[in-house]
């Protein structure tokens, strides 16, 4: 079994479903996607209380999300008609596919307490001020301490804590259409300054 060396999320999962299922070319129906990419990582759509059952509002959920994405959507369609491969949706398998061959991608669904994590963490997040600045298009007046706000972090985590708090949040947030721009371009200022402040 291969390790993937860049993670896949669940929106980039059901847009490579898509595509294995002829979505290059043709409408595929949710069902199908989601029968697939059950298949491709086995327990990241399920129910958590019936975990041999795929969840199919979920995987509806991502490819909604894959069709809204912020630097150009991955598919177009509806959950009544489809789903295609858009323009840019297409290049990104192409690119990955390969990438999960061999690969194991199986996750177990979240549990309350994590989901209720996401959710606080999303509201206290969306109401930060570096939130707004980026929002606002004005990501160079966020300060060091703005940013390490949205991120909960402070000059008393450091190192390897600091880090492993970081990439929480990353990989939490990473496919969230509300979230993920803000998050990219914040965890950048965060870097350079943990670099700078190392030196």
């Given at each position: 079994m291969k390790k993937?060396?860049?993670?896949?999320?669940?929106?980039?999962?059901?847009t490579i479903a898509v595509y294995l299922l002829g979505g290059d070319?043709?409408?595929?129906?949710?069902?199908?996607?989601?029968?697939?990419?059950?298949?491709?990582?086995?327990?990241?759509?399920a129910w958590r209380k019936y975990p041999d059952q795929?969840?199919?509002?979920?995987?509806?959920?991502?490819?909604?999300?894959?069709?809204?994405?912020?630097?150009?959507?991955?598919?177009?369609?509806?959950y009544i008609d489809g789903w295609i491969l858009s323009e840019n949706g297409l290049e990104f398998c192409n690119k990955r596919v390969k990438d999960l061959e061999g690969a194991n991608i199986s996750r177990p669904p979240l549990n309350k307490k994590e989901m209720a994590w996401l959710r606080h963490e999303k509201t206290r997040m969306l109401t930060t001020i570096a939130f707004e600045k980026v929002n606002n298009k004005?990501?160079?007046?966020?300060?060091?301490?703005?940013?390490?706000?949205?991120?909960r972090?402070?000059?008393?985590?450091?190192?390897?804590?600091?880090?492993?708090?970081?990439?929480?949040?990353?990989?939490?947030?990473?496919?969230?259409?509300?979230?993920?721009?803000?998050i990219e371009i914040l965890t950048k200022k965060i870097r350079k300054y943990d670099v700078n402040n190392t030196k």
């Amino acid at each position: 079994m291969k390790k993937v060396k860049k993670p896949f999320s669940n929106i980039e999962l059901v847009t490579i479903a898509v595509y294995l299922l002829g979505g290059d070319s043709k409408y595929v129906d949710t069902e199908d996607i989601a029968v697939k990419t059950n298949e491709m990582a086995p327990g990241r759509f399920a129910w958590r209380k019936y975990p041999d059952q795929i969840n199919l509002q979920n995987v509806g959920k991502r490819l909604s999300d894959a069709k809204n994405l912020y630097k150009g959507g991955y598919i177009i369609g509806s959950y009544i008609d489809g789903w295609i491969l858009s323009e840019n949706g297409l290049e990104f398998c192409n690119k990955r596919v390969k990438d999960l061959e061999g690969a194991n991608i199986s996750r177990p669904p979240l549990n309350k307490k994590e989901m209720a994590w996401l959710r606080h963490e999303k509201t206290r997040m969306l109401t930060t001020i570096a939130f707004e600045k980026v929002n606002n298009k004005n990501p160079d007046a966020v300060t060091a301490q703005e940013a390490e706000t949205f991120f909960r972090l402070d000059d008393y985590v450091t190192g390897k804590a600091r880090e492993r708090k970081l990439d929480r949040i990353v990989n939490a947030f990473r496919e969230d259409p509300d979230l993920n721009e803000v998050i990219e371009i914040l965890t950048k200022k965060i870097r350079k300054y943990d670099v700078n402040n190392t030196k």
